[in-house]
């Protein structure tokens, strides 16, 4: 009798939870980011001239009927512009599925929308003011009356969401296929905008948000694939976004009002008051994905026999606070350091040997940077790392002990020929 009821007791037992690391394909992914800007700028103007360098430039007086010297004019300002661009995105995700309970869940979501283009915004500024005159050329500037200039460009140069917890909600709807299941979460996520303003670095305040996730996911044979929709809009207000960040003497032409015909050149000084936005996030992402380790010093890198070096974690716990990441069977002499990153795409820098930590960001520990053993090996300890202190990534950012896939690499010199990479490991780092 109890042989009899081991197959239906078989069939009842719960399905285990499989995991999936995910590569987002580049090719047939997309993001597109559309934002509303409105910036008020705290300010002034004055003419841009001087008498001992410039004494043809451009003076500015207050008042209907002007006078002498080169008086500073306040202004309010407001930037509105629109912003509206599209990248390709590449990164990864890992996602864990219990199809028994119908339940999934991601982890370790990191997308570069921009996946290495960047987004151009067209900015113009309106100028309102009190009336003042100007001076070669000569011009009246009734205030009340707005004057609208192009200031220049604003060039988004990285766009980036990173997944800042556990998700939550995630649900599984069996498909149409045997093997495809319909999911469904949401994901808190950071997404960090870096912009250069004229030449000058801005890190434009990181928005904190939940983002729902829909997509279809297919088991195959050798792992999954997964297409999702990462959605959010966010609006926001903030006063003194970027505190220390100030516009001075920024060259800027006006046209002339009374009379018509000719630019004013002026010397605009300014820092930003506040600022007021709307912006959508729309990610469309295609990924492969293969079984997930779940353990420590999983070797993923090893097919290139010009991949020198074995490495080695001595952990993947965080508990006794120290994890080394050790290099061994290396080039004895040669300068060193490790790479740390989420993706596993393959590349060839210096032509030799693999670098195969690509399709997402890389952080270097440069500052743990020395020399290989005598006997070829080398170690840092990266909870106490001089590059990411405080068990952070370097580059990347965030901490080390979020229970991702972390992948390392060496990178090292090869005396006088082009620079290598160690073999790669992975870990599950908590």
């Known amino acids: 009798m109890l042989l009899r009821l081991l197959p239906c007791l ?8 499989q995991d999936f690391d995910f590569v987002i394909d580049q090719v047939l992914s997309s993001s597109s ?6 910036t008020d700028l705290a300010g002034s103007v004055i003419g841009d001239y001087d008498a001992a360098t410039n004494p043809g430039g451009t003076r500015t007086v207050n008042g209907l009927f002007g006078g002498s010297g080169n008086e500073v004019v306040t202004m309010n300002t407001t930037i509105d512009n629109l912003a509206n661009f599209s990248g390709a995105s590449s990164g990864v ?6 199809q028994g309970a119908l339940t999934m869940s991601l982890s370790g979501t990191n997308v570069d929308l921009l996946g290495g283009l960047s987004g151009t915004v067209s900015v113009d500024v309106t100028l309102l003011f009190n009336t003042f005159r100007t001076y070669n050329p000569d011009s009246l500037y009734v205030g009340g009356i707005p004057v609208t200039i192009p200031l220049g460009n604003i060039n988004v140069t990285e ?7 556990a ?3 995630g649900t599984l709807v069996p498909g149409s296929g045997a093997n495809d299941y319909d999911f ?8 960090t905008l870096t912009a250069d303003f004229n030449g000058t670095a801005i890190a434009i305040p990181p928005l904190d948000v939940m983002m729902p996730v829909t997509g279809l996911v297919t088991l195959t044979g050798t792992g999954a694939t997964a297409s999702a929709g990462f959605q959010f809009s966010n609006q926001m207000a903030t006063n003194d976004p970027f505190p220390g960040f100030a516009l001075t003497d920024v060259p800027i032409s006006i046209p002339t009002i009374l009379p018509p015909g000719f630019m004013a050149n002026l010397l605009l000084s300014a820092t930003v008051a506040a600022i007021d936005w709307d912006m959508q996030v729309d990610l469309s992402l295609v990924a492969d994905g293969t079984p997930g380790a779940g353990d420590c010093n999983t070797v ?7 991949n020198i070096g074995d490495v080695s974690l001595s952990t993947c716990d965080c508990s006794g606070g120290s994890i080394t990441l050790d290099l061994s069977t290396s080039f004895a002499g040669q300068f060193t350091y490790p790479l740390v990153g989420l993706g596993t795409t393959a590349v060839s820098p210096t032509g030799v040997s693999e670098l195969c930590l690509a399709g997402s960001s890389i952080g270097r520990y440069t500052k743990d940077a020395g020399a290989i053993s005598s006997v070829g090996t080398f170690s840092i300890d990266l909870l106490n790392a001089a590059s990411a202190p405080g068990g952070g990534v370097p580059t990347i950012g965030g901490a080390l002990c979020n229970g991702n896939t972390w992948r390392f690499q060496y990178w090292h010199r090869d005396g006088m020929n082009p620079s290598r990479y160690s073999k790669g490991i992975s870990g599950v780092i908590n």
């Open 167 to 169: 998700s939550m909600g």
């Open 10 to 17: 078989t069939l009842t037992l719960p399905a285990a939870a």
């Open 300 to 306: 993923f890198c090893d097919t290139d026999p010009n």
């Open 184 to 191: 469904a979460a949401v994901v808190p996520v950071l997404m």
């Open 93 to 98: 995700f890992s996602m864990s599925l219990d």
């Open 159 to 165: 766009a980036t969401v990173v997944q800042t917890g």
């Open 33 to 38: 980011v559309y934002a509303d800007l409105e």
